[in-house]
């Protein structure tokens, strides 16, 4: 479809362009755009349409596609999907947009959609230029509607700010279970635990080179963090200073080397095949940072519930964790308040229904209230919390999943869970040894019954709000404070071709309930918080240029594969009428 050909009324006019564009897209999410079309047509795209990328819905496409197709002065108004204002496909439509001289001055985020379908859109009103405000957004007057569909904090991704580096890791990457010592390894490649208990017993000093592992498992299931595995660790030892432990570099030779050699991977060539005795990934950088201190904040890097932990140092931790350097209590009670979790939740990126913790989007962004790890209310909100969930973890005996299950779950809902739970228990005479109770610890003594357990899990949704009150008040946000109400509500994902079989009539799928913000309060700490960063970022880029060039904000990151081509927008695509 060529526009200036079919309309030359339009387009062979002083200022080109049409004076307005209304429309309803059809929506394509990623996977379908891609499957659903030739080879080539995402990428064709990308190539057309610059500073476009990753998982970017088609819809993008259609606002970047109008817009280019408006006179200055012109607007657009167009119905989306709620990925509009979030993750590539924000970052493709809407920040390119706002950058290249496009004002939002109208969005409802979430509308009903009129009729059977239960479908929630957003619309979005665009102009080519800046018309004066206030603006319209949900239905209250603004000065700002940002790509995110904020009425502060910018158009761009957060930047990464100095003031968070070398506080986050991620485990090391062993490459390899014949490091470990395991005996629940159904393919049989870890050494048996007798055998190491045997090599110790042989050689005492074999025990400075075998550590505790510590991987998602063990953060999220077990009610007091136990291991079960051990791990052999050499650190970054030469292949001579290894050899000084020779039982475990022959248990390592034997049993890695051999896995590297035959692994397909690219990276199985190299440096790890070269050095068998060092793991894949060694994170020297984590246990240089953590070996004077005596606890670390813990979280599975990819999970449904996003639950921190206090773990002691001394042990290996695995790539399946996230592990921080902060003051113990102060830094749990800022990572497990929601202001943190929906900062992680809306940045985050995603493996099926869970969230991936990775800490250079969730973490090295988030702008933690100032002086927050010397804070003595969030010391004593946090210390309450944890030793609270601690407690009524080990007395029920269920691990963190599990306890957030309960917590996120309507009461009817979760005294439902407990009193099936207990049935199972009371009908198994033997259910201590078979869920792994240790002889030392003595559950079900605190909260005897299904409705004792019920209201411990009441009381920790209260400290969890006690928590939550102490971060706003950190930031100075008290306004907040009468605001955020907690309700169990469901959550959304977009429904896409993938699910279509499923879901009939546009319907979308529903995830679990979880115990949350409104979105209205959600969007608003948000908001709050992104500004917060853009601010921290450029106290650091003018602190920087101050100290002679060095310490300013690291960018943020963004998808700019290809400079941008002179012209409006690119070469005309038929995108539909």
Known sequence: FHWEIEYPEVFDRENPGF??????????????????????????????????????????????????????????GLIATNSIGQGDTRESGLRWICTQGGTIYGARKRYKWPGQAAVVVSVVHVAKGTPSHPYDLDGRDVPLITAYLFHAGGHENPAVLRANASKSFQGSVVRGMGFTFDDTDARGVATPLSEMERLIARDPRNADRVFPYIGGEEVNDSPIHQHHRYVINFGEMSEEEARRWPDLFEVVKA?????????????????????????????????????????????????????????????????????????AFPGLCALQSRAHEVWARFFASSMKDDLRYTPTDCFETFPFSAGFETNAALEAAGREYYEFRAALMQDLW?????????FHAPDDEALARLEALYRKRAATPDWRTAESVPADRSPLTLYAT???????????????????????????WTDLLPKCTCEFLLDYEDDDSESAAEESGGRKKKKPWRYRWPDEIRDEVLAR???????????????GAAAGGGGGPIPPKSKRPKKPKPGDDGPNLNLGT
């Open 19 to 76: 004076d307005g564009i209304v429309g309803n897209p059809p929506f394509a999410g990623h996977v379908s755009l891609t499957e659903g079309n030739a080879v080539s047509y995402s990428d064709y795209l990308r190539e057309i349409f610059p500073d476009s990328g990753g998982k970017c819905d088609l819809v993008a496409f259609f606002f970047r596609r109008a817009f280019g197709q408006m006179r200055k002065e012109g607007c657009l």
């Open 255 to 327: 049993k890695v080397l051999p896995e590297r050699i035959s692994s397909t991977a690219k990276s199985s060539s190299g440096r790890i095949t070269e050095k068998f005795w060092q793991f894949g990934h060694t994170a020297k950088s984590l246990y240089d940072v953590i070996q004077h201190l005596e606890k670390v904040i813990l979280v599975s890097r990819v999970g449904q519930r996003l639950a921190f932990t206090l773990l002691p140092t001394g042990r290996v931790f695995a790539e399946s964790t996230v592990v921080f350097a902060l003051n």
């Open 398 to 406: 269920l691990g963190l999943t599990e306890i957030y299950n309960l």
């Open 450 to 476: 299904p409705a004792a357990a019920l209201a411990a899990v009441r009381r920790l949704r209260e400290l969890h709000a006690a928590m939550d009150a102490a971060v706003l008040t950190a930031y100075g």
């Open 529 to 543: 918080l992104l500004k917060e960063n853009a601010a921290r970022a450029e106290e650091e880029r003018l602190a």
